[in-house]
């Protein structure tokens, strides 16, 4: 497998995305490119990814009983084990990294590399939202969050602690979907009058009927097995008009992870929940009526879009004194926070202590002064 490095055509240093001016970056003598610019200078190997990504689509389309290509493993990235081995291409260190890492860095020259196979063939993402919120924006956003909470523990953010905050690409499959809907229900209304000493009461039944089309767009689901599935949905949404044709420049600079987890795994859930979404639409079409009885509504999905997306989150993890693993998400590109903060439990103590001792020494004041 190719590991493509990202290097300066002027000095030969690493480049990497500059989330604030979406431009790539120099370290060593500050040069920026754009992404056009990039792709002129591209790494011959991704251009070979992207061409056997056509070449399966290609295929794909030629052969529409298989559309998600599983019959194509002669072109697909091979499968590899957890552990795998790469060479740095600037220090020729080796890299060893997990089985869904798509980018990372050097141990040792802290060189950005990404591991183009995983971004290629069946595992090349359709689309990318670049992160717009740098490291140190990140870091401040952080900082600003947890000094509002009385009861965190000055280790979650000590230096150490919050250089451990990391720009990751995570995996996400995002649909859109056009349903066809009908619905059928009993509506009535009751009016009640007296005349004299006669009470009356009149009630109307009437036959309900409602058709419609409902087109429901970028619904996201995590696509990553490890991933902690509350925080992967806890930083959505993200504004989808940014989004951009994936281009694996993107990566450089930032850890990536591929999806380990296939449409077919997620499509019957989420088709579910677009059924009951459009099912609710459709029962909230039915107005001016005392009460409503649904006696049936189904809904048939004419047409679904699936891309494989990634989408920008800056994260850290804390280890508890109680032992408990600690998550803290950022979406990268509005700042969305999700994530459980650990609680010291001896500031907790100490400031009920306190604030008993004052309550008590008050008691004391009024009985005396009473």
């Avoid at 523990?153 to 499959?173: C, D, L, M, N, T």
Wanted: hydrophobic share 35%; aromatic share 10%; with cysteine.
């Amino acid at each position: 497998m190719a590991v493509v490095s990202y290097k300066c055509p002027n000095c030969d240093g690493e480049l990497v995305f500059h989330p604030r001016t979406q431009k790539y970056k120099c370290e060593y003598c500050a040069s920026a490119f754009s992404q056009e610019e990039i792709n002129r200078l591209q790494p011959k190997a991704e251009g070979e990814n992207q061409e056997n990504n056509h070449a399966l689509q290609e295929e794909n389309q030629a052969n529409p009983h298989d559309p998600m290509g599983e019959n194509q493993e002669n072109v697909h990235a091979p499968r590899e084990e957890a552990g795998s081995i790469y060479h740095c291409p600037s220090c020729g260190a080796e890299i060893v990294t997990e089985e869904t890492t798509a980018a990372s860095f050097c141990y040792y020259c802290h060189n950005p590399v990404i591991l183009s196979g995983r971004v290629s063939g069946e595992f090349l993402p359709d689309k990318i939202i670049p992160f717009v919120i740098d490291r140190k924006q990140a870091v401040e956003k952080f900082l600003d969050y947890v000094h509002h909470k009385k009861f965190v523990p000055r280790a979650f953010f000590h230096k150490s602690q919050i250089e451990k905050i990391s720009g990751v690409y995570f995996p996400y499959w995002m649909a859109d979907m056009d349903l066809e809907g009908a619905l059928q229900a009993e509506g009535r209304n009751v009016r009640v009058w007296r005349s004299g000493d006669t009470e009356y009461t009149e009630t109307k039944v009437y036959r309900v009927e409602r058709e419609g089309e409902i087109h429901l767009e970028d619904i996201t689901r995590n696509a990553l097995k490890k991933a902690n599935g509350t925080l992967a949905q806890g930083v959505l949404p993200y504004d989808v008009s940014h989004i951009q044709e994936f281009q694996m420049s993107y990566l450089s600079g930032f850890l990536a992870e591929k999806r380990d987890m296939e449409r077919a795994e997620l499509e019957n859930g989420v088709k579910g929940e677009a059924e009951e979404y459009g099912k609710q639409l459709l029962r909230e079409t039915v107005k001016g009526y005392h009460s409503v009885s649904v006696k049936n509504c189904r809904l048939n999905c004419s047409r679904e879009h699936w891309d494989y997306v990634m989408l920008p989150v800056w994260t850290v993890t804390y280890q508890g004194r109680d032992g408990k693993m600690y998550y803290y998400s950022m979406n990268g590109q509005n700042g969305k926070v999700c994530g459980e903060l650990p609680v010291d439990y001896k500031k907790v103590w100490t400031v009920s202590g306190l604030v008993s001792l004052v309550v008590f020494v008050l008691g004391l004041v009024g009985g005396f002064l009473i």
